[in-house]
């Protein structure tokens, strides 16, 4: 009875199109996949073709007339502000540090926060912590994990813009937030 039933279903005009064009397309499929066409595969030297290398260096004309093209958008600064280097805080001032701090003073290194780094198949946050000598104004990015000493202050990560810094002095415990932002004191508004 089951055979019965498929031949009744079979026999069906529009069943014998979708077999056809089924067994079209099965057909297609296997000999694009499968046979090979020489012809069609067949990479030949003639197929390109080949040019000189193009030098990519710039004639001074072609440079100075580029460079011009950017004068009107350099902004030149003369302000005292911008040529002015932190030399450094001394020991009793870097113990009175404390608060949140976009920049910190650590013997003769000035620390500022650039970025918290999370990896992702670890889930171990690092913090990446611009560190300058202000005696040879040498500066290095370097990488701190969370819960590591940091110039023989505690670092903790406390979120993706801000760091703890914390060391036990003598009678205090001096905690300092370091942060990527500039720190804006708000001031009260004048009438």
Known sequence: MRIDNIRSILSQPAVMVGLVFALFWLVSDFSTRFIKDERKHKITQSDYTFTDFVSRKLDVDQYNYIVSLFQ???????????????????EAEQARQAGLLSEVFINDNRLVL?????DKSTDKRT??????????????????????????????????????????????????????????????AVN
Do not use: C, H, W
């Open 72 to 90: 009107p958008y350099i902004i030149k600064s003369d302000s005292a502000e911008d040529k002015v280097i932190p030399q450094g805080l001394t």
């Open 114 to 118: 650039k970025g918290i780094v999370q």
């Open 127 to 188: 913090a990446l912590i611009q560190v300058t000598n202000v005696k040879t104004a040498e500066t290095k990015l370097e990488r701190f994990y969370s819960n590591k000493l940091v110039f023989g202050y505690e670092m903790i990560i406390l979120n993706s813009t801000q760091v703890q810094l914390s060391l036990n002095r003598d009678t205090q415990k001096q905690i300092i937030t370091l942060t990527m932002f500039k720190v804006i004191k708000n001031e009260p």
